[in-house]
C-alpha cells in the first residue's frame, strides 16, 4: 500500500472492513466504531450474532453502513452470500468479542456468522475482546487467546475498568478511537510499503526555562510531526515520535518520548535514530535558551520596568545526528524561502526539505492544512497544492519510501 491519492485522502480510502458484531452489552459501542471507520473513507459491512442483535438492532448497522447486515446464516438469501462477504473483506475486525466469539474462532467452529467469517476469510483479523474479567482470565480463554496470536491474531485490548458487573478488572472494551487506530495499524503491517521500516519523527516546539513557571517557546502545533507519525503507521512502518510539550494525542501504536527542551530531544533522537531508518524533522525547537535559568519564580523588584534574560545558543539536532539513512528536515520561513531553504539543506545534510511559507493562508502553525514546496539535495525543485497535513504527510513518505 502506497499513499492514498490526492484526491482520496482518507486513511482508510479504498478499504473494506467487515465488522462482526457479538452478543456483549459492550456491542453499542461498535455501532460508534462503525460510524468512525466510515468517517475514515471505510466501506463497512457488517456481520452479528444472534445474541449481538439482541443487545443492537441490525437495523443501526444498516443506517450506518448503507449495506444489509447478515445476522442468519441459514437465511435463504444469504446462503450464497455469507462466504462472499468474507471474500471481500481487507480487513476483519471483531468487537466486541466475547469469550464464546473467541473459543469459535481458536477452535474453528461456525455456529454463527462471525465465526463463520472468521474462517471463511483470508484477511487480517482484529479481535477487540470484553467480558467479565473472570471469564478473560479463565485458563479455557487464555488459551484461546494464545492459540489465536500464534495464528497471527491481532488484538487491540480488553482495557481495565469498571465492568458491567460492577466489579473493576480487566475486560472493558477498548475504546472505538482505539480500535479504529487498531485497524490501520494492523493494514499497514500486512501490506504497507513502509512495514519492516523504523521512522523517526520530532514535532511541536521546545520550552526552554526561564523560571519554574516560565520558558522561552514558539507557536508549534506539533500537527505537522503528529500527521506524519500516524501516516507512517498507517504504511506499516515502527514509528518513534520525538515531541515537545504539545496537547494532541498520541497515535495508536506509536512509541511517543517526551522531550520538554532541545537537550532532551537531542538526547532523546540520539537514542532513536541509532536503529532508525529515517529521521523527519518536523518539530520547532528554540534556537536560544536562557543561560541561567532562575530555580526560584523571579519576582519583579520594586520600580523594576526591564528583565534581561541572556540567552546562548541551543545546538542545531539535525547538524548534530549522524545518521540516519534518511534525512528530512522542514524550514518554515517568513520571507525568502528557497534561499533559506536551500541553505539548511545543505547545512544539515538533508536528502530533502520540506520548506512552507508560515505567512501564507491555510499553511503554517495551528492549521489543519499546508501548502509546501521540497527542496532536494540535487537541486530539484518540487510544488505541492493545498492539502491537508495527513495528506502532505503521506506526500513526504512517498519520497522517503522511495529513497529506502
Ligand atoms: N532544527 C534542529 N535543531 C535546531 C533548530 C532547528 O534540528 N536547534 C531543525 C528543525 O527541526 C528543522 C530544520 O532544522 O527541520 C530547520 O529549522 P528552522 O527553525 O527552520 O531553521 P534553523 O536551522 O533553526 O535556522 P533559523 O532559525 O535561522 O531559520
Redesign the pocket.
Known sequence: MSAPSPADLLPLAGRHVVLGVTGSIAAYKAADLCSRLRQLGAAVEVVMTPAAARFVTPLTFQALTGRAVVVDVFAADEAEAHVEVARRADAFVVAPATADCLANLASGQTPDMVALTGLATRAPLLVAPAMDNQMWEHPATRANVETLRERGVHFVGPGEGRLASGRVGPGRLAEPAEIAGAVRAMLGQVIGDLRGRHVVV?AGPTQEPIDPVRFVGNHSSGRMGFAIAEAARDRGARVTLVAGPVAPETPYAVERVAAPT?AEMLCALEKATASADALI???????FRPLDPAAQKLKKLPGQETLTIRLGK???????LPGPRVR??????TENLAA?AVA?LA??RLDF?VGNDVTAPGSGFGTETNEVTIFYAGGTVEQLPLMSKYAVAHAILDRVAARL
Not at 281 to 287: G, N, R, S, T
Not at 328 to 333: I, L, N, Q, T
Open positions: 520530532s532541545v524533522m518536523a518539530a520547532a525547537p528554540v534556537d541551543n545546538p542545531d539536532i539535525l547538524a548534530t528530512v528536515g522542514f524550514a518554515a520561513e533559506n539548511k547545512a544539515k526539505i
